[in-house]
């Protein structure tokens, strides 16, 4: 039989608490307490902060911040925008932007793609963004 003191391990103790257990209940809670001071020591040394989150979107959804009706109108604006921009570039300049910015294609993978030189395309995707935005301050 051991004895130890409940204060140790029941931070509401005010006054010492002596009991006597057996053995295996002993281990038992020596076990339970080397974990917790584990995780402690891993909370302090790595700033590792464990979830219950058990990927049921809780706390995901708790951070992420909801927009208004009136943020998802004027995204699918800006949104049609773009598109109306992308439309009105000669149609090798859209593609390309296109490929590199939504598909996220290197310029060396479009240039590749439509075998071309590279400068080639940077030139056309730099003369495309410069008539997007031509276009796009028309409206703002």
């Keep these: 039989m051991k004895e130890i003191n409940l ?3 029941y931070p509401y103790y005010t006054t010492d608490k002596i009991v006597e ?3 295996e209940v ?3 809670l020596e076990d339970f307490r080397r974990q917790e001071e584990s995780y402690q020591r891993n909370l302090r040394r790595y700033k590792a902060f464990y979830s219950l989150d058990v990927d049921n979107g809780i706390e995901k959804a708790i951070l992420l911040e909801q ?4 943020e998802i109108l004027e995204r699918q604006r800006m949104i049609a925008l773009l598109y109306q921009g992308l439309a009105a570039l000669p149609e090798k300049q859209s ?12 310029i060396s993978q479009v ?10 395309i940077s030139r056309s995707i730099s003369a495309g963004l410069r008539g997007l935005e031509k276009y796009l301050k028309k409206y703002f």
Excluded: Q, T, W
């Design 111 to 120: 240039a590749k793609a439509e075998c071309v030189n590279k400068s080639r």
């Design 21 to 23: 257990m057996p053995d």
């Design 67 to 70: 927009p208004s009706p009136y």
């Design 26 to 28: 002993f281990a038992i």
């Design 7 to 9: 204060r140790d391990y």
């Design 95 to 106: 593609r390309r932007i296109y490929a590199h910015y939504f598909l996220g294609m290197s």
